[in-house]
């Protein structure tokens, strides 16, 4: 069995402000570490938020220099870092309607080693203009923590199947990378407890928050157990979130409620 700290960090994020998100996530991550965390989650597109007025300047490649940065920060800490960027469109999808040339980037670093990638399978609204879908839903595994961890973003929190073919792939933990604005906490704080619970899944739901336009966010990032206990909560200020995840614990509650013991696959 594993145990691990885990930091979820919630942070307002300045749209189209590259530099300035860069140095903000580094300096946050860098608290948390001191603090002993081996597992740093930082919010969907945190480098740039969704800056439509200038996707191509913002958009990278997955060799530019966010995750650049963030190979750099794992390296040196030996840490994991989950978050989500803003991704050039790959050369096979020239033929994308005109304007859809973006992926919204899960992302997954090692001890500086980039060991999984996922592409946003659900844009939401406006983001459908802009971005592609991806069309994987597989989770990343961990080379040194002997850990599996599923990503979704954000739209895909309302999405059960997600999570759940996430934990039947092998998900040790589930992370939610967000931009959920008011007023729709009470959903995400459900949904996030939700996908836990049926799932049986520690789940970090990493949401920003701040203002971005006439959009207005309520952070509400949480750490939930197994069992669908909150276990750290945030309020809407900036903050780190701690805790340490224990896979022997989500064993116990499988074992008590056997839930996927007891699917009956051959009816649904």
């Known amino acids: 069995m594993t145990q691990i700290t885990v930091a979820c960090i919630q942070m307002d994020v300045s749209l189209c402000s590259k530099d300035e998100n860069l140095h903000k996530a580094i300096s946050m991550a860098e608290q948390a570490i001191s603090k002993d965390a081996q597992l740093l989650v930082l919010p969907e597109l945190f480098s740039t938020g969704f800056c439509y007025d200038d996707m191509e300047a ?35 999808d020239r ?8 992926y919204n980037l899960g992302i997954c670093i090692e001890s500086g080693e980039i060991t999984g990638t996922y ?19 597989s ?30 792939c092998g998900s040790d933990i589930l992370i ?13 704080r459900t949904l996030a407890m939700a996908r836990a619970i049926e799932n049986q899944i520690p789940h970090i739901a990493c949401n920003r928050t701040g203002e971005s336009g006439d959009t ?7 750490i939930v157990d197994a069992s669908g206990q909150i276990m750290h909560e945030a ?15 989500t064993s116990k509650i499988r074992e008590e409620i056997t839930v996927f013991k007891d699917r009956r696959e051959n009816i649904y």
Request: charged share 25%.
């Open 58 to 92: 913002s958009a990278e490649a997955i060799t530019g220099l966010t995750v650049s940065m963030l190979q750099d920060l794992s390296r040196k800490h030996d840490c994991v870092i989950v978050t989500s960027i803003l991704e050039k469109g790959l050369p096979q």
């Open 95 to 102: 033929s994308a309607p005109a304007g859809r040339s973006y």
């Open 176 to 188: 939610t990378v967000a931009q959920f604005p008011k007023p729709r906490h009470h959903v995400w």
């Open 216 to 222: 207005s966010f309520f952070g509400g990032s949480v």
């Open 119 to 137: 592409r946003k399978t659900h844009p939401f609204k406006r983001e459908r203009q802009y971005f592609l879908s991806g069309d994987n839903i």
């Open 139 to 168: 989770p990343c595994r961990l080379r040194s923590h002997d850990l599996i961890i599923g990503l979704e973003i954000c739209y895909e929190l309302r999405f059960p199947e997600v999570a759940r073919k996430l934990s039947l």
């Open 235 to 249: 309020g809407e200020d900036e903050c780190i979130l701690l805790h340490v995840i224990d896979t022997a614990e």
